[in-house]
């Protein structure tokens, strides 16, 4: 792996095009894409919400409180704060909205609310609910090189890098903070939530602007491994077949004649009978462009879950053969991989039914089940006896779905998309990782 050049070579780098840049932003009022999509900054208080533990291979956060915040959209308004939960947030039951909504967990400008109440303009709405994150991959984060301009690490599957959906805590951003002390990073490019690999921040203003102008300029090399269903070929292929999205819920595109201009080159490295690891070298910079390229070419990602699924059709999606509308692809992969519609209605009516508090001896009804971060306790107002949950209990709330439905552990292997960014090389620097074990010849699952 090369060590880094950027402290020899930024401040050149930072003259030639940082300072240009600096100077046209101050006289112009639209911010750098760079300022506009830096979060605040997290801090120990945030980072003691909750704490992690590592069991069977995958790192998990123990369940915590956390409070929604959101200003009221314009097609609410008019709407009751009841409607708009019921219709604009599916993951729970309409029974759990009305019951959160009576017991004050759903508050509109910071006042309890009741359902009829309706929504106007700039009213605020807040949802505090116990958060279950899912787990991850308990691989430790490498890190690379560490100065004052970057942050290099390896990033391992299943990791997000940023907040997102059911994700906080178990996210690079926070990993990096609460682990290594990293905090205030700047984000220039982002890799998926399955792929691991090359991930890059900057820890100043001018080395975020220098690598986004050298990314935007296609001036830095991306290299990528795969394993891919079938025998690829052994000459050099090169896809440049338009991409579009469909979807930015799940995140879903395919190839498009509306979509935007993309280039791939693939190399075979090896063959196994079955599968092939593939050399991966994108051009350009589209989102899920390898997978989309390579399921178009026939040859999609071997654990893929997206463009590898039975509803692109039987050949899966080569070419575009046999699929049927893009939406109804969408609509089973919905179902499918990510239990909503009517799969996310068979979770949640099993959710409804809630167990036991989870105690050493179960609290007798009637309870008044209280969280404090550190322990669990069932306070019986008969005997005034107070029961403590073993140190390793899951904190419990009664009025939490999640917590009254146990999800089964995924396998770690389920968690590793066979897709790694091997290298990335810029003009005066250059970062590698090395090859991931499922890519090596030999290996076998």
Known sequence: MTRNLFSRVFYAM?????SAEESSAASTPKRSRIESRK????????????????????????????????????RWFGSTIYDVFCKEFRAETPEYYKKAIELGLIKVNDHVTNMDAVLTHHDVISHLVHRHEPPVCADPIEVIEANDDVVIVNKPSSIPVHPCGRYRHNTVIFLLGKEHGFTNLRTVHRIDRLTSGILIFARSLTAARTLESQIRSREVQKEYVCRVDGEFPTVRVECNEPIATVSHKIGVCFVSSEGKACRTEFERLSYDGTTSVVKCTPHTGRMHQIRVHLQWLGYPIANDPIYNHKAWGPKRGKGGEGICSVEEIVGQLLVDEFGDDDGNAQLRSVKNSYRPLPTKKNASDGDDVKNDKDKIEAVDEKKSETITAPEDQTFWDPNCSECSFQRPDPKPRDLVMY???????GLDWEYATEIPKWAKEGWTQ
Do not use: Q
């Open 14 to 18: 930072a003259k030639r095009g940082a």
């Open 39 to 74: 979060k605040k900054g997290f801090d120990e208080e945030i980072y003691s919400e909750t704490s992690y533990y590592i069991e069977n291979g995958l790192r998990k956060v123990r369940p915590y409180y956390f409070t929604f915040v959101t200003h009221a959209k314009g």
């Open 419 to 425: 897709l790694h960014a091997l290298k990335y090389k």
